[in-house]
């Protein structure tokens, strides 16, 4: 299996009136050509940052991310005009994300007039196609967003990602608007055409549940940085961070009779304007030591192919 996707020490700071924010502080990773990679991690930690910044529709401070073996970060506009044919996303709120005054078939047909290589004929055979692709009824063709649930409204979105056939999608927490019953539908919907169309995906959330289901390798983010990466299995089946562990501990069991134990974080988050040198976790962490608030641990390999940034992961976990 190919690597589809490299990022290299990628960054992304902005000014504020009181200093710089790292909202994306030296992240790397890779995903293989059909595989789905999960972005994890609490609200503000850089999760949605991150996969605007893979998709260049943000500017970079630093690092690199090359898709197929071209540098994103640095082509011209032309050559990153057909990049974005392969690459796209899908947005969290599916009703902020759409025109309120196009209907279905326009809203999927956008992408296809803005590519300009199809005749109108041709755009109404693609958009009927990719609608029955995502499963929206004929009959919807000439509704309006607001006259539809969210799950429709998210396949909408899921068409228009499909539109010019990438080979590359952002899901930026897709289903966390939605009901429960209807985001199963919807990451039902995302692997079948996974498995299909030879899709892979970048899939950003807060819900570990969700992420269980549908990654295969998890990358765990805090405050702008990785923390912990590795095959879903393992990182659910051993997981090395304190802060992942408390991530974990937070899932409920459906056992009544089997009692999860909590873990419940204290303390204050670093700011992540200026942080100073050190683990970003140290505040809220019960094993941190003198080490941990002045100098940042490097993401190291404890087992093959599970990363892990933390000073003292071989103490905490007996290794």
């Known amino acids: 299996m190919s690597t589809?996707?490299?990022?290299?020490?990628?960054?992304?700071?902005?000014?504020?009136?009181?200093?710089?924010?790292?909202?994306?502080?030296?992240?790397?990773?890779?995903?293989?050509?059909?595989?789905?990679?999960?972005?994890?991690?609490?609200s503000g930690c850089g999760k949605s940052t991150l996969g605007r910044l893979v998709l260049h529709l943000l500017d970079i401070t630093g690092g690199q991310v090359f898709f197929e073996g071209n540098d994103v970060t640095n082509v011209n506009k032309k050559k990153l005009r057909e990049l974005r044919a392969q690459m796209q996303i899908i947005f969290q709120d599916p009703f902020s994300s759409l025109n309120p005054r196009m209907t279905v078939s326009q809203a999927i047909a956008e992408p296809l007039q803005i590519e300009g290589k199809l005749s109108k004929l041709q755009i109404d055979e693609r958009v009927r196609?990719?609608?029955?692709?995502?499963?929206?009824?004929?009959?919807?063709?000439?509704?309006?967003?607001?006259?539809?649930?969210?799950?429709?409204?998210?396949?909408?979105?899921?068409?228009?990602?499909l539109a010019l056939d990438p080979k590359f999608i952002v899901c930026d927490e897709p289903v966390s608007a939605l009901d429960v019953s209807i985001q199963a539908q919807i990451l039902n919907l995302m692997q079948d055409l996974q498995e299909k169309m030879g899709l892979t995906y970048i899939f950003i959330t807060h819900d570990m549940s969700v992420v269980k289901y549908i990654s295969h390798h998890i990358c765990v983010m805090y405050l702008g940085?990785?923390?912990?990466?590795?095959?879903?299995k393992e990182l659910f089946a051993k997981p090395y961070h304190p802060y992942t562990k408390a991530l974990l501990s937070a899932i409920p069991l459906p056992d009544i009779h089997h009692e999860k134990k909590r873990i419940i974080l204290k303390g204050e988050l670093t700011s992540p304007i200026d942080p100073k040198p050190g683990c970003r976790f140290c505040q809220r962490c019960n094993y941190a030591k003198e080490i941990c608030g002045s100098q940042e641990p490097e993401l190291q390999e404890v087992e093959s192919?599970?990363?892990?940034?933390?000073?003292?992961?071989?103490?905490?976990?007996?290794?």
């Open 129 to 161: 196609e990719l609608m029955q692709t995502v499963g929206l009824a004929d009959r919807l063709t000439n509704t309006y967003p607001h006259e539809l649930d969210g799950g429709r409204r998210q396949r909408i979105g899921i068409a228009r990602a």
């Open 225 to 232: 940085q990785l923390i912990e990466k590795s095959p879903s």
């Open 4 to 42: 589809l996707l490299e990022v290299k020490d990628l960054k992304k700071y902005f000014p504020t009136p009181t200093g710089v924010l790292h909202a994306v502080d030296g992240v790397s990773f890779k995903i293989q050509q059909g595989e789905t990679l999960g972005v994890v991690g609490e």
């Open 305 to 319: 192919g599970h990363f892990v940034a933390c000073h003292f992961v071989k103490e905490i976990n007996g290794l």
